[in-house]
């Protein structure tokens, strides 16, 4: 499977606790995107990354999120001291540079924050 | 702001019939935009895309609309079968600088197709 993978599929932390995504984009694409879901909302853009610049970030990113990408390969998301309204499917999407290629996202990672 | 507006959370269609899904967006630097499929406990998988220099494209069963003077895209799914099932996100992407790619997302419709 090429596909995008991320891990792990489910998370549960206790309030205050740091967490840490996983995304493996598929092998040929340089673009890499996070995004948020909620219940009933579709995802929210968070951060992109083009090879390993982060070249945009969401001001639904707070101080307590970061994002790495090096060397243009995986990315992990960390959230520091979470919260529970950090509660979401976290999504990965890796794309083609260019106009008007598509995103193609993975499974997604629920986070659970009691 | 929402930018990308889906108005009906949810629709019913019988097997074999038309389902047609709308999407309005307000931000006139869209210029591509992208209907995504989403079941449950999964990522959204893409469906299909149109960019801003056309007004129809058409892949099997899928057909998307799109009418820049009223900003709306319509997705068509003939026959609808119940496989078709699932949340569908209306997505567009603006021109321009580092932004290429960055979707915003409606709210999603929820599809249901009756046997």
């Known amino acids: 499977d090429t596909g995008v993978s991320q891990n792990p599929r489910h998370k549960i932390t206790k309030r205050g606790q740091n967490v840490t995504f996983r995304c493996d984009p598929i092998?040929?694409?340089?673009?890499l995107y996070w995004y948020r879901q909620t219940l009933g909302q579709g995802p929210e853009f968070l951060t992109y990354?083009?090879?390993?610049?982060?070249?945009?970030k969401s001001r639904l990113l707070s101080d307590r999120f970061s994002a790495e990408r090096p060397k243009g390969s995986f990315s992990t998301l960390e959230i520091q001291r979470t919260e529970q309204g950090d509660s979401a499917m976290y999504l990965c999407?890796?794309?083609?540079?260019?106009?008007?290629?598509?995103?193609?996202f993975g499974q997604g990672t629920r986070l659970t924050v009691v | 702001d929402q930018q990308v507006k889906q108005n009906s959370p949810s629709l019913s269609v019988q097997e074999g019939r038309i389902s047609i899904l709308n999407c309005d967006y307000t931000n006139s630097m869209f210029d591509y935009f992208l209907w995504y499929k989403k079941y449950p406990a999964e990522g959204p998988t893409f469906l299909i895309s149109i960019s801003s220099i056309k007004d129809k494209n058409e892949d099997g069963r899928f057909t998307v609309f799109l009418n820049k003077s009223a900003k709306h895209l319509s997705l068509h799914i003939v026959p609808s079968q119940p496989g078709d099932s699932a949340v569908y996100f209306c997505?567009?992407?603006?021109?321009?600088?580092?932004?290429?790619?960055?979707?915003?997302f409606g709210q999603g419709t929820i599809l249901t197709v009756h046997p």
């Open positions: 997505a567009a992407s603006a021109v321009g600088g580092t932004s290429y790619g960055k979707l915003t």
């Open positions: 092998s040929e694409h340089n673009r």
């Open positions: 999407a890796s794309s083609y540079q260019g106009r008007g290629t598509e995103a193609f």
């Open positions: 990354f083009q090879n390993e610049a982060q070249l945009e």
